[in-house]
């Protein structure tokens, strides 16, 4: 690993099932596996709630409606067979191989790339935002404490 890798901890809180506000709103469901902003916990007459942003609004949900994934990444300078891209338009993409081309002619850097419906792209690197691997991912519960 060079100097210059950092390794980062992402917490996502995601809802386990559609989900409905539990507030008396008539927001639309949340479809299921969709990350919600926490933004803290509540609790009033009817018991203990998570307050969390969907599409700019709030809802109030169980802690056992979510789950927590935490994504330990380690953010790369060089591309890797195997690692992962986010580029501008498309998204993330995870890097399958380097398109060997002739230095006298381009100076840009081609990669073989496959998309989140497991289809095959071609990609500049200069159009990358970031590099990095997956280390380790974790799911957890939420408690009342986030």
């Given amino acids: ?3 210059s890798e950092k390794t ?12 409905y506000d539990h507030a008396p709103y008539s927001h639309p469901a949340i479809p299921k596996d969709t990350v919600v902003a926490f933004l803290c916990e509540y609790t009033n007459f009817y018991g203990s709630y998570v307050k969390v942003r969907f599409l700019d609004k709030i809802y109030y949900l169980k802690p056992s409606e979510l789950y927590k994934r935490t994504r330990y990444i380690t953010i790369l300078d060089e591309p890797v067979s195997g690692c992962y891209a986010k580029h501008k338009e498309l998204g993330t993409l995870g890097l399958a ?18 998309d989140a419906d497991s289809r095959l ?15 380790q991912v974790e799911d957890g519960v939420v408690t009342y404490y986030g």
């Fill in 1 to 3: 690993m060079s100097e």
């Fill in 8 to 19: 980062q901890k992402i917490v996502e809180y995601r809802t386990k099932a559609v989900t």
């Fill in 97 to 114: 191989a380097r398109i060997m081309t002739d230095p006298k002619t381009t100076s840009e850097e081609y990669w073989l790339a496959i």
């Fill in 121 to 135: 792209v071609t990609i500049a690197l200069k159009d990358c935002t970031q590099l990095y691997c997956l280390d």
